[in-house]
């Protein structure tokens, strides 16, 4: 059984920071450097959408238009985890946040992390 764990989540004013892990574990998961991983989000009310995604190597990274230059992924392949440093927080970035490891067809979600932006 593989497990995606979130952490890190949690109430900040808007402008602050946060910053998100995901560990991952299970006898199953023994390469986590050979996983895409990727941070996607919802809000109450939308689809979930793709926030940020590195490679196995961490050395190409993707994010969403509406995150550049607020947020970076990176990963940390001897610890089995992968992060994200959301900077300058908006309001528009409350949502519940949510960590997934792909290889092929193979995909692995987290339950997920609570994000909330208000004053």
């Known amino acids: 059984q593989v497990q995606l764990v979130e952490s890190g989540g949690g109430l900040v004013q808007p402008g602050g920071s946060l910053r998100l892990s995901c560990a991952a574990s299970?006898?199953?998961?023994?390469?986590?450097?050979?996983?895409?991983m990727s941070w996607y989000r919802q809000a109450p009310g939308k689809e979930r959408e793709l926030v940020a995604a590195?490679?196995?190597?961490?050395?190409?990274?993707n994010y969403a238009d509406s995150v550049k230059g607020r947020f970076t992924i990176s990963r940390d392949n001897a610890k089995n985890t992968v992060y994200l440093q959301m900077n300058s927080l908006k309001p528009e970035d409350t949502a519940i946040y949510y960590c997934?490891?792909?290889?092929?067809?193979?995909?692995?979600w987290g339950q997920g992390t609570q994000v909330t932006v208000s004053s």
């Open positions: 590195i490679t196995s190597t961490g050395g190409r990274v």
């Open positions: 997934k490891a792909q290889r092929g067809i193979v995909d692995y």
């Open positions: 299970g006898p199953t998961f023994s390469t986590f450097s050979s996983y895409v």
